[in-house]
Nanobody, 116 residues
């Protein structure tokens, strides 16, 4: 069974930094894209950053220039380096993995809280 385990969330002051990690475990035949989504209270889940199997990255406009997604292909691990955090970045951050069959896998989420 495929599992995604996130870590690295926590409380940080505005302007600070956090680094989220997501590690995949379990048997999986193929991994295509990996990414990070977030969901704030009362809002829909939204894409934060995404990296394809070919290394192409995509970022939400709201995080461009502040967040960086990094991927370790051999370990099926993905990181999200978050700098210059703002109160509006506070949310539960979810790791996502897509395989080549179009299956979506999700982690349970890690909470990021940003104090102003």
């Amino acid at each position: 069974q495929v599992q995604l385990v996130e870590s690295g969330g926590g409380l940080v002051q505005a302007g600070g930094s956090l680094r989220l990690s997501c590690a995949q475990s379990g048997s999986i035949f193929s991994v295509n894209d990996m990414g990070w989504y977030r969901q704030a209270p009362g809002k829909q889940r939204e894409l934060v950053a995404h990296v394809t199997n070919g290394g192409i990255t995509t970022y939400a406009d709201s995080v461009k220039g502040r967040f960086t997604i990094l991927r370790e292909y051999a370990k099926n691990t993905v990181y999200l380096q978050m700098n210059s955090l703002k109160p509006e970045d506070a949310a539960v951050y979810y790791c996502n993995l897509k395989d080549f069959h179009g299956m979506d896998y999700w982690g349970k989420g890690t909470l990021v809280t940003v104090s102003s």
